[in-house]
């Protein structure tokens, strides 16, 4: 069973990666960081995708059609992608059993990196961390 | 090392949580930690310096034990911070029961089972009851959290007592500079969405504010809760929440003018003095500094005795403009 740091470690295993976290958009705190940070401040860069992820999960314009569906307290986004000139960016929300707001953070260089591959992977890595 | 005068520390004695398990404890205090002058002075700017110089000490000589103050206790291992307890949030079993993450006697069978040798963290993991990665999670948050309460600026003073452990045992450790990092991080976050503490402590009410259709759900469920009894922690132990995260959300419904702290001195109300205040539509505040003289108009107008705490928060709101 993965914890925090295996979780990060797969991440740093996909082509491309700069640097993964696992952050709680209601705090902005990074409870796990490997690798680079945009920024070269991981608990900054966290705080500021931690505002991010918030709009992403709070605001109905993100949600499915038939509804902002919060089951179990989770939001109906899945993942956010930012891409810029020599990066993406993929921010994962992690469902959990119980009360959080947690999501995974990769960062990926784009000459390198795999955007479809990424995504994917990282879905199964929040889906493990917290199932096992 | 382990051994110092025990002396006893003025509104220490019997007060907050005693440390789980003090049955190895050497019983020691060493001191006061005479940061809350200092803290409280620098409140008003909005960021206060650290939190407890005594901590930085405790890190700096690899210190094992657990330091009370008045609001809540952390466990240190090696001068690493291991856990935190406080009132004002939940702990880690109504966490992770409360959504059933964990069933409650699973929970109190890995206490009875692994409590003991002080490893029930582990236990629960290699049980197959919960994720390693789920217990993590929940564990360093709720750390955090108690954290943020414990070191909270008015916490009174501290005493640490060598050699005491948590019976969770050893999940995550992390640094007494990070702990402290994050709870005046929290402390300005709170500031920046309102600058004013009231609602963090006192019973809440609704200010009969009409409320906004899109409230997005965690502070709907958060509102949800409100009924002028219970406070900010009450609400955290009801969801089953982490205590800052209720903090955020009272903190922003306060900022929409939906939630106010229920002022003390006003007693029992009139069934006429309960009805919705006459707010005018902050839809004109259209700057920042617009929107913050707005909410500091709406602080005024959200209650109707004009006291200490109404021209405190008052000043709190022009001082944040």
């Known amino acids: 069973m993965p914890g925090i740091d295996e979780c990060l470690l797969e991440a740093m295993r996909l082509p491309g990666a700069r640097g993964a976290s696992v952050v709680d958009w209601t705090s902005g705190l990074a409870l796990g960081t490997v690798g680079d940070s945009p920024n070269g401040d991981h608990e900054a860069s966290a705080a500021e995708a931690a505002e991010l992820a918030r709009l992403a999960a709070e605001h109905k314009a993100f949600a499915p059609e038939e509804g902002a569906d919060w089951s179990g307290g989770q939001p109906p986004v899945e993942d956010l992608i930012v891409s810029n000139r020599d990066s993406y960016h993929v ?3 992690v469902r959990t059993t119980f009360d959080s707001s947690v999501f995974l953070h990769l960062w990926l260089g784009r000459s390198d990196g795999n955007l479809a591959l990424a995504r994917i992977r990282l879905g199964e890595m929040a889906e493990r961390l917290v199932v096992g | 090392m382990t051994t110092t005068e025990a002396r006893s520390l003025p509104g220490l004695d019997g007060s907050g949580r005693g440390p789980a398990n003090g049955a190895d404890g050497t019983g020691g205090s060493d001191g006061t930690d005479g940061a809350d002058g200092a803290v409280r002075k620098g409140e008003r700017a909005g960021v206060p310096p650290v939190s407890s110089p005594m901590l930085g000490r405790l890190a700096e000589e690899r210190a094992t034990g657990v330091l009370t103050r008045e609001r809540g206790v952390l466990y240190l291992v090696e001068g690493q911070v291991v856990h935190a307890e406080s009132p004002a949030t939940p702990g880690l079993d109504v966490l992770l029961t409360s959504r059933g993450a964990l069933g409650s006697e699973g929970w109190w069978e890995a206490v009875s089972q692994a409590g003991a040798e002080r490893r029930v963290g582990r236990f629960l993991v290699d049980s197959g009851r919960l994720a390693a990665g789920a217990l993590e999670l929940c564990h360093l948050g709720a750390l955090y959290d108690a954290a943020f309460f414990a070191l909270g600026t008015g916490s009174g003073p501290a005493r640490f007592r060598y050699g005491v452990a948590h019976w969770i045992g050893p999940v995550r450790p992390v640094t007494v ?9 929290r402390r300005a ?11 963090d ?29 219970r406070t900010a922690s009450d609400i955290s132990l009801v ?20 939630v106010a702290a229920r002022t003390r001195t006003a007693g029992p109300r009139t069934p006429d003095a309960d009805g919705p205040p006459a707010v005018p539509s902050p839809a004109s505040a259209a700057t920042a500094r617009g929107a913050h003289a707005a909410r500091a108009a709406r602080a005024v107008q959200a209650s109707a005795d004009p006291d200490v705490v109404l021209l405190r928060r008052l000043r709190d709101a022009l001082e944040a403009l």
């Open chain 2, 201 to 229: 402590t006192a019973e809440l009410v609704r200010t009969g504010r009409a409320v906004d259709a899109v409230l997005p759900p965690r502070q709907r469920t958060v509102l949800d809760q409100v009924d002028g009894v």
């Open chain 2, 177 to 185: 500079d990070a702990v402290e990092r994050e709870t005046l991080r």
């Open chain 1, 91 to 93: 921010l994962r929300f």
């Open chain 2, 239 to 258: 969801l089953g929440r982490p205590g800052f995260h209720t903090l955020v959300d009272v903190r922003r419904l306060a900022a929409a003018g939906i």
């Open chain 2, 189 to 199: 976050l709170l500031h920046r969405i309102w600058p004013d503490p009231g609602t």
